[in-house]
């Protein structure tokens, strides 16, 4: 029925370049590049070397591109099938540094403390060719929390999170006995600072300020996921830090080392997540008042004021880029779900944690199901560590490769791996 | 000045200071003719490790080193008007971080001596 010519191509496009081949020729890495990973998968080092690889995106055509926190993207290409990088090459690298990526519409899409850019790349290519061009502008950046993270919807509207630049918008900030300030202050705040904003890339270039302000009360999520079947916005939190340091007659050090969340949210139109007032405690799961907006560990906001999250994942883990599994070379129990990097804490006195990264379960409607799991971990390189300083890695960057392996970045240590699913 | 209490060992989950914490013992004991000598290692445990780390490291990209830093390199009173009145009392450099300190003027006078002293000894160039 097929001609013979086409039934050949057909057949030999998939032998050489389908996905159950590209993975069959894979073989783990001796201990998976020092990451443990659960039964059935496998990882190989894709780069070492890469010290600051933030975001990480992947083409369609396997090339996998890193921000690089120092100026420039790093471009990783694979060209006899072992997973791992023959050539590398770097781009862009004029442009201040930054955190997210992504490839979109024929486009490498990356952004710095202030703006998006994006530069054209044609099929095949492992540096675009293209000149970047500004898609949204004017963000802010007041240095601290300006790592601008985004992600598209399957309209291909572009949702950006602008950090609020402060830790609990007290006065002196972090001091003890921080004071929070007016109402007035805080929406002024809140109305450039704290949120997602969306950008439509068919107007670019277009300042923040002629963007959609899409939800507000946020501290700084960098995990920004969209998922296509709910056709909603998904995002990890950096929840507050040094509550005993701020008061600690009522909140001691313990206290702070686990009970103020990294919140897991929908990102609704006009979701308000309720900082700089509150913060989230995963134990009781009850939204509380912050000490610098009157909080004594018991007080909580006026009812449905602030949404609470989803999940609340522990305290200090310090969430990262987020990514969904569209693919199926991972098991059934994968599929629709997201996989979210943890960089690692810095705040739990003596006893770090996360340096991880996770599974987030959603089911058929492209719902979280509210469960979680570690999926890799052992980046820390040791059983326990007094401070970041001391991690063998520090996960970063996630994404899914066109094939279905997860690609896992760390910027200190420099190292990108790729996941497989290994069936053994 | 409160110590923090460890949650180690604990088999309940950590509660706010106020509901669970028992009273931190004094610094010190003393002979009653001395006045009680102000271990600086435990304020510096207590308010600092906090944020730049036991080993004085810091936190990259968030607290700054002290060890092999400009302050601790300077004279001492540098670096008592930092701990007192945070790192925004330093107007003749630009801030690296982007973001400040806060002031730690609740230490009393013996409590800054000493801290200054163990932070000197520990992790200047000196040690």
């Known amino acids: 029925m097929f001609p013979k010519s086409l039934l050949s191509v057909l057949l030999s496009a998939a032998l050489t370049a389908g996905p159950l081949a590209a993975v069959a020729a894979l073989t783990p890495d001796p201990e998976n590049g020092g990451i443990s990973l659960p039964a059935g998968f496998g990882a190989v080092v894709v780069a070492d070397g890469i010290n600051g690889v933030r975001g990480l995106a992947s083409a369609p055509n396997g090339d996998v591109y890193g921000r690089l926190s120092g100026g420039g993207i790093v471009a990783l290409r694979d060209t006899d099938g072992d997973g791992k990088a023959d050539v590398t090459e770097r781009f862009a690298t004029d442009l201040p540094g930054g955190s997210g990526i992504a490839v979109h519409g024929g486009y490498v899409y990356f952004s710095t403390a202030n703006e998006v850019y994006r530069v054209a790349r044609a099929a095949g290519e492992l540096t675009p060719t293209g000149k970047p061009e500004l898609v949204a502008t004017d963000l802010g950046d007041r240095r601290q929390h300006n790592a601008k993270m985004f992600t598209f919807d399957s309209d291909g509207m572009l949702y950006v999170e602008v950090g609020s630049p402060s830790n609990s918008l007290g006065e002196p900030d972090r001091a003890r006995g921080a004071k929070g300030v007016s109402d007035a202050r805080v929406n002024e705040f809140l109305s450039e600072f704290g949120g997602v904003w969306k950008f439509d890339p068919s107007k670019a270039p277009q300042a923040k300020a002629d963007a959609e302000h899409w939800s507000t009360g946020h501290r700084h999520m960098l995990g920004l996921a969209w998922h296509p079947v709910s056709g909603a916005l998904f995002g990890a939190q950096n929840g507050r830090d040094v509550l005993n340091v701020v008061d600690p007659s009522i909140f001691n050090q313990a206290y702070n080392a686990v009970r103020v969340s990294e919140e897991f949210h929908e990102l609704k139109k006009g979701s308000n997540l309720g900082w700089p007032y509150t913060f989230y405690d995963p134990i009781d799961n009850v939204r509380l008042l912050s000490p610098e907006y009157g909080g004594d560990g018991q007080k909580t906001p006026e009812a449905g004021r602030f949404q609470d999250p989803i999940i609340g994942f522990p305290a200090h883990w310090a969430p990262m880029q987020m990514a969904y599994y569209g693919g199926d070379q991972f098991p059934e129990t994968y599929r629709g779900g997201m996989f979210q990097a943890f960089h690692g804490s810095w705040n739990r006195q003596g006893d770090q944690k996360g340096y991880n990264v996770v599974f987030i379960p959603f089911d058929a409607d492209g719902h979280p199901t509210g469960e979680w799991s570690v999926f890799a971990e052992g980046f820390m390189g040791k059983g326990q560590i007094a401070s970041p300083n001391d991690a063998a890695y520090r996960p970063m960057g996630v994404a899914v490769s066109p094939d279905g392996s997860v690609l896992i970045g760390a910027d200190q240590g420099g190292r990108v791996w790729r996941v497989f699913y290994t069936a053994e | ?127």
């Open chain 2, 1 to 127: 000045m409160l110590t923090g209490v460890s949650g180690c060992g604990r088999s309940e989950a950590p509660k706010t200071a106020t509901a669970s914490a028992p009273t931190p013992a004094p610094a010190a004991t003393s002979a009653p003719a001395a006045a009680p000598a102000v271990d600086g290692e435990a304020v510096y445990t207590a308010n600092c490790a906090t944020c730049h780390m036991a080993d004085g490291r810091g936190v990259p990209n968030f607290q700054p080193p002290i060890v092999g830093s400009a302050v601790l390199a300077a004279d001492p009173v540098r670096l008592e008007t930092v701990i007192r009145a945070g790192s925004a009392a330093l107007k003749d450099r630009p801030n690296p971080m982007g973001w400040e300190m806060p002031p730690f003027g609740y230490l009393t006078d013996p409590e800054i001596k000493a801290l200054v002293a163990y932070v000197r000894g520990t992790f200047g160039a000196g040690e």
